[in-house]
Structure formats: structure tokens, C-alpha cells
């Protein structure tokens, strides 16, 4: 029988109450499971969007290639190439509307031309003409954004931002800044499990467990797969933050800091110094005559001496040619191989007198450039061609798997118990901070405030998790409100 009223907790003499827990190594250890705890139940969804968005935008070279073949690729590959400036008229020809904002050589052998047009209705998109070198012939357009198809700009504006424009990308953002915590706190949790098993130790930290069952078997293939793709996800996580909205704008106060930026290529002519850019004087007249069509607009045959020059000056490859921005401004040639090794040279170009004013060599990018450089590219899935494409189809079925084994274990622990039913398991015992070694709170405390002004994403979300984890126990404490 239950009786009707509460039971009266005894008081304890002094000498009686027991003492409080020590403080020890479990105890963080204990911390550390319910963070990872609150944070996969929490954070997984957006991991889970993160992963499949992702696993759809990783083959997009090859989607592109099978949705817009007759614009990207030529019909018979070989032969002498038509001048570029006859390729350029061609396009204009086709679509005469806009005006002429860059041109992009083929890729490789096989590939069109592209002649990028800007018009206002198309805001910061473009309208890109492609045509083929061989024949001079217009195979098409597209509305492109950056130099991407329809297809690839709907795929990535998925995975960036679920389409619900910049408000949209906080999605992204809140994942990538939690990944590496989920990620290092499971690896913590996991290697200590093995610890002490010696011979046994790299087996069962490495491989699924499967002779066990039940929430032991599931936690094994989670905690296996998350060991073997450890390093893959920490770096998405570290690249996503790169250009995230409030984490990247952090990493960029970084980058000034250090001078950690790409050198900027000068554009300036020569003799357009101060007295062009106030718009009078024999110089100001001299440089416009110099620059040609920049006022008028750039014609074909512009664009061809801009490309003779650059590559004379040792450019290979894809490049980019793009006009000058006014009469006091050279032309700008760029390399575009995002593929290893790449090739990011940029040249600055006096059409007027065929020389090359000035130069930025990929060599000479600082450290940090060129590690986010790289890292961009590979987190698109570009840097390595196929295998780069592969390795992060896997990491990203593998995060879906360990996110789907996360919840699976959630409902596993649930108790079963006639009394005490329950639909899903509870989480670690709250308290656990109280058993943390002094030492190593007092260092974790400023660590913690100060991974949460770098991300401040992550910083709300914790302070929140927090929050909501006072209010719980508060509301479950016996005597507190009641739920």
C-alpha cells in the first residue's frame, strides 16, 4: 500500500551524514557522458540533415555531367581550337543582352568554352553561354551562380542553408560547431572503455563488438564506426566553420590578426596613380586610352590578347579572364585548378601594351590561406577528383549510421519495467561536476568561455543545454515544482 502522505526524511547527526563524493578522474568522465549525451540527442538531427545534404551534393560533377551534358562537354573533341575572340562573338551573336563579365577557358579537352554575361535582371547571378572551341558553335545557356549549374547551386544553397536563406545557414553552423565535441567526447568515453584490456584493447576499440546484445552491441558498431571516421568528421567540422556565418567571421579576425589572407593582386596601371583616380590629368587620360574598350565595354578581341599575355607569362590550365573595373584598372587572368596539385596564379594585364603589371603566385599565400584553400576544396569533394568524392560519400553514410545508432541506444536504455515504463532511456546522473577534479574545472572553465566567444554558436547552444538541464533538475527535485 502507498500511504497518503509524504515520508519525513530523518535528520541526520553530523557525524552520520555521508561525506560528499570525491572528486577523481570518473567524475569528468562522467561529465563528459552527458554532455556527449544531451548533445547527440540534441545536435543529431542537424547532423543527420547535414549528412544526407551532403552525400547529395558530393556527386555533383557527375550530376552535372549527366543533366547538362550537351552545355558542358563538345560534340567531337579534337581539331584546332577557333580563336577565342571568334568564340566570344559567337556567343554575343546568340545572346547579345548584358554585358561581358568574365570568360572561362575549357577544363580539359572535352569541355566548352564559357562566356559570362551580367545582367541586372539576374541580380548576382549570371548568364553563361557555352560554346564550343572547336566549331565556335553556341551550345546553350545557364542562369549560374559562381560559375555553378542550377543543379550544383540548388544542392549546395540545401546543404548550406536548407534554402531558407541566411537565417537558414544557423542549421549548418550549429552542426559543424558541435561535430568535433560529439566527435573528441565519444573517442574520450570509448578509448577509456577499452583501457587497461591490453592485447585486447585495439581490437575492441577498432571493431564491433559482435558477440554482444542488445544496447552493448548497438553501442559497439556506434562507437567503431565513429573511431575509423574520427579524422574525416573532425576536419568537416573544422572546414564547415571556415566559412560559417559567426565562427567564420571569427576565423577571418584570425586571419588579419596573422595576415593569414591571400595577397591581393593590384589592378592599378602603372601610370593611373593618384592623378586618374581623381579623373583629370595626361595620366588619367593616357591609362584610359590604354585600357581600351573599359569604358566602352571589353571586345573579343580584348579578351584574347588578355589570355596571349597570360599565358605568355607562364599561366597554364583553366583560367579565368576577367575585364578591367575602369579605365585606371588592368585586366585579370586566373588560374582555376581546384584539383591537385592547383594552381591559383593570377596575373594583372595591360591589354594596351601586352605587359604583365603585376603577379600573385599560389607559393607565396601564407600558411593559414592556403590550409583554408584547401581545406574548402576538399570539403567539396574537388581536391582528390573521385576519391575525395568517395571517402566523403562514406564519412557521410557513416555519420548518418552513428547518428541512427545514437537514438537506437537512447531507446534501447529505456527501462522495461512494468513500474517504471518509459520511452526512452534516461541520461547520465546531473551532478557530475561536483566529482571533477578542482584543478581541471578551474583550467576547463576559461577554456570553455573561450571556445565560446571563437564559436559563438556553440557558446548559446551550451549555455542553453545548461539552462534547460538546471530547469529539469529543479523541476524533478523532490519538493520543487511539479511538471
Do not use: C
Request: no cysteine; charged share 15%.
Amino acid at each position: 500500500m502507498s500511504s497518503t502522505t509524504e515520508p519525513v526524511s530523518p535528520v541526520l547527526p553530523p557525524d552520520q551524514v555521508p561525506p560528499r563524493p570525491a572528486r577523481s578522474w570518473a567524475g569528468a568522465r562522467a561529465l563528459l557522458a552527458r554532455l556527449h549525451f544531451y548533445a547527440g540527442v540534441f545536435v543529431a538531427p542537424f547532423l543527420l540533415v547535414v549528412a544526407v545534404t551532403g552525400l547529395a551534393y558530393t556527386f555533383t560533377p557527375q550530376l552535372d555531367r549527366l543533366v547538362y551534358e550537351n552545355w558542358l562537354t563538345v560534340d567531337h573533341p579534337g581539331g584546332p581550337v577557333r580563336p577565342l575572340a571568334e568564340q566570344i562573338t559567337a556567343a554575343r551573336q546568340a545572346y547579345p543582352d548584358g554585358t561581358l563579365a568574365a570568360v572561362v577557358t575549357p577544363p580539359g579537352p572535352e569541355d566548352t568554352t564559357r562566356v559570362v554575361l551580367s545582367l541586372p535582371e539576374l541580380g548576382e547571378k549570371q548568364r553563361t553561354v557555352f560554346v564550343d572551341p572547336y566549331s565556335a558553335r553556341v551550345k546553350g545557356h545557364l542562369t549560374t551562380s559562381w560559375g555553378s549549374t542550377p543543379l550544383t547551386t540548388w544542392l549546395d544553397d540545401l546543404h548550406r542553408n536548407l534554402h531558407l536563406g541566411e537565417g537558414g545557414r544557423l542549421y549548418s553552423e550549429v552542426a559543424a560547431s558541435w561535430l568535433w565535441v560529439i566527435v573528441v567526447g565519444g573517442l574520450v568515453l570509448w578509448l577509456g572503455r577499452a583501457r587497461g584490456r591490453r592485447a585486447a584493447s585495439v581490437r575492441g576499440v577498432l571493431l564491433p563488438d559482435r558477440t554482444a546484445r542488445g544496447v552493448r552491441r548497438t553501442r559497439s558498431w556506434h562507437a567503431a564506426t565513429g573511431v575509423w571516421l574520427a579524422l574525416g568528421l573532425l576536419f568537416l567540422s573544422a572546414t564547415g566553420m571556415t566559412w560559417s556565418h559567426y565562427a567564420g567571421d571569427r576565423f577571418g579576425r584570425l586571419l588579419d590578426a596573422t595576415r593569414g589572407h591571400a595577397p591581393e593582386l593590384d589592378t592599378a596601371l602603372p601610370d593611373a596613380g593618384p592623378a586618374a583616380a581623381a579623373g583629370g590629368g595626361e595620366h588619367a587620360e593616357h591609362a584610359e586610352h590604354r585600357a581600351g574598350a573599359a569604358t566602352a565595354g571589353p571586345g573579343p578581341a580584348d579578351f584574347e590578347k588578355a589570355l596571349a599575355v597570360a599565358r605568355g607569362a607562364g599561366l597554364g590550365g583553366i583560367v579565368q579572364i576577367t575585364p578591367p573595373q575602369g579605365p585606371a584598372s588592368a585586366w585579370t587572368v586566373a588560374q582555376k585548378d581546384n584539383s591537385w596539385p592547383v594552381h591559383y596564379d593570377q596575373v594583372a594585364v595591360d591589354t594596351g601594351t601586352g605587359d604583365v603589371t603585376a603577379r600573385t603566385r599560389w607559393a607565396d599565400h601564407p600558411l593559414l590561406s592556403k590550409l583554408s584553400k584547401l581545406g574548402v576544396q576538399g570539403h567539396m569533394g574537388v581536391l582528390f577528383g573521385l576519391g575525395n568524392q568517395i571517402l566523403l560519400a562514406v564519412i557521410a553514410v557513416g555519420l548518418i549510421l552513428i547518428t541512427v545508432w545514437g537514438y537506437r541506444m537512447w531507446w534501447q536504455r529505456r527501462p522495461t519495467r512494468a513500474d517504471r515504463q518509459s520511452r526512452f532511456g534516461a541520461p547520465p546522473a546531473r551532478g557530475a561536476w561536483r566529482t571533477v577534479p578542482l584543478p581541471l574545472l578551474v583550467a576547463g572553465i576559461p577554456v570553455v568561455v573561450a571556445l565560446g566567444w571563437a564559436l559563438p554558436v556553440l557558446g548559446v547552444t551550451l549555455a542553453a543545454f545548461i539552462v534547460l538541464d538546471v530547469v529539469a533538475g529543479v523541476v524533478r527535485r523532490p519538493g520543487g515544482p511539479q511538471a
